[in-house]
């Protein structure tokens, strides 16, 4: 039988699945104990605010991309890596949601979380930096110094701002679905395309062709919901 998840586990989780459909604003710590059935001193015992229950996700998020966003180690990139670090952040961005949609909110509330973030997003760019860097070794991109750094701050915009994009430009802001986060990924493939080297397109035309969404869908909301990936 499996073991019940601990008190303080249960608070996380349950608080990122509200955080992610109700959005955090909305959300105080006593909705969190009342959805979990339990009073708010219980609550108070494992995190003294919603800010350290934020915190702890943001942790979480970080490790998260702090996993997958490095370059292989003892080998070259390849074609097939492109997809793995593209669905891997498509993957984190939907779990982590929230996050994304209320984040300059979130900073502001909380000086210490700000602080964490701006370290986090220095070694976001350089890990991503080094992954490109990577890409133009293995001759699947075809860029210099210059064009990577500009690469590599154009996708981190796109990435962090995209759910903001989608929040105020559909009919229905809160609506979203991996579907939507994943023409954000596309964006940021799509920013390579003069860059690619001929003989890598094959490969990742098959990527072009898995991410894109049509607009419509994203500016209209037409029939968001897909299968994941």
């Known amino acids: 039988m499996a073991q019940r998840p601990k008190t303080r586990d249960r608070i996380v989780l349950e608080s990122l699945a509200l955080f992610n459909t109700q959005g955090e604003r909305n959300v105080t710590t006593n909705h969190i104990a009342a ?44 074609v097939e890596d492109k997809t793995f670090y593209l669905e891997s ?23 210490q979380l700000a602080a964490r ?21 293995a001759g699947i991109l075809r860029m210099n110094a210059a064009q990577v750094e500009a690469l590599t701050l154009n996708s981190w915009i796109i990435v962090t701002s995209w759910v903001r994009f989608l929040c105020t430009t559909r009919p229905e802001a809160g609506d979203l ?6 023409r ?23 990527l072009y062709e898995k991410l894109h969404v049509p607009l419509e869908r994203i500016m209209h909301g037409e029939d968001d919901r897909a299968p994941d990936i």
């Open 35 to 78: 959805h979990l059935g339990m009073s708010p001193g219980n609550l108070y015992y494992h995190f003294r605010n919603k800010q350290e229950i934020i915190a702890e996700l943001f942790g979480q998020y970080e490790t998260r991309v702090d996993s997958f966003l490095r370059p292989p180690e003892g080998r070259a990139v390849t």
């Open 89 to 111: 952040l498509l993957a984190a961005m939907w779990d982590f949601r929230f996050l994304h949609r209320d984040l300059e909110h979130l900073l502001e509330s909380d000086t």
């Open 117 to 137: 973030y701006r370290l986090f997003a220095q070694r976001c760019l350089d890990h991503a930096q080094a992954i490109y860097r990577g890409f133009v070794e």
């Open 177 to 182: 679905s991996q579907e939507l986060l994943r």
């Open 184 to 206: 954000g990924i596309y964006q940021v493939l799509a920013l390579e395309g003069g860059y690619l080297a001929p003989e890598a397109q094959p490969g990742v035309q098959a």
